[in-house]
């Protein structure tokens, strides 16, 4: 783990917004509307915490911890090393810029300068690399700040509904509340799409890097007449447990769940 992660400008932006959000909402949105004394306010007030609490808590497991690392004493299998979709077996999986062998799935990344198992991509928000060790934790950071910011635009429409007259004759409270809605609701919508996007590649066992790879192989596998499956994709429900975890109840605990693939080694469908 490395603290000085946290020490960069898009890291820094993130707990940021983070806390701009938490605080207009709290003191603003829900004060305005009902007032923080109240139960209404207590509970909305909490609901909000809970839920900014488990995005920092997210986060700090984004950036903090490693994504996977190759071990140093890893050597490949080169009796399987027919699924590495190369007549040169294990010399294909090794890797030019680090010059070791790297497992299936696990990719080189240039920023971090090393091989990274299962990568999915290099996010320049948490300052680290989502792959293996961490990608629960990046995608139950994008799913609680969806839900965070799409329960702040709730608690906006009903403070503008209760307040809107009150609103129209302050225009410096009014220009306010309008950059808070466009601000909160084009963010709701961001979020949203990245979580739709990587709800679909949990449900497909794919990483970023695996989606891009198997538009080609699709493709030529529908030139050749052939039909083309992600070789990992073991069904949708595996495909879940193998990121989440097999207990249902800590599917959303961001702490990562160890489970039967150990990062070098998985499933594939032809095995299930």
Not at 24 to 29: A, S
Not at 115 to 125: E, F, G, P, R, T
Not at 197 to 211: F, K, P, V
């Amino acid at each position: 783990m490395s603290c000085r992660r946290f020490f960069s400008i898009p890291v820094l932006s993130v707990i940021l917004v983070m806390g701009l959000v938490y605080y207009v909402t709290l003191f603003v949105f829900i004060d305005d509307w009902v007032g923080l004394r109240s139960s209404a306010g207590k509970l909305n007030a909490l609901i909000f915490t809970s839920l900014a609490s488990l995005c920092i808590f997210s986060l700090s497991i984004c950036v903090l911890l490693d994504p996977g690392r190759v071990p140093s004493s890893y050597a490949p299998d080169v009796e399987n090393s027919s699924w590495s979709g190369s007549n040169n077996g294990a010399e294909a999986r090794k890797c030019d810029k680090c010059f070791a062998y790297k497992p299936l799935r696990t990719h080189h990344c240039r920023v971090c300068r090393r091989c990274v198992l299962k990568m999915d991509h290099h996010c320049v928000w948490i300052n680290n690399c989502v792959g293996y060790a961490n990608y629960k934790a990046f995608f139950l950071l994008v799913f609680y700040a969806t839900v965070a910011c799409i329960y702040s635009t709730v608690l906006l429409v009903c403070c503008v509904f209760k307040n809107g007259e009150s609103y129209a004759g302050n225009v410096p409270l009014k220009t306010f509340m309008v950059s808070c809605g466009v601000f909160i609701i084009g963010l709701s919508i961001t979020l949203g799409t990245l979580l739709g996007w990587h709800i679909y590649l949990i449900a497909h066992n794919m990483t970023t890097i695996e989606h891009y790879d198997s538009k080609r192989a699709l493709w030529l596998a529908g030139k050749s007449g052939q039909s083309y499956r992600h070789q990992f994709d073991l069904g949708v429900y595996k495909n879940i447990t193998s990121v989440l975890g097999s207990n249902i109840i800590k599917w959303l605990c961001p702490t990562f769940t160890r489970n039967t693939e150990d990062g070098i080694n998985f499933s594939a469908s032809r095995d299930s």
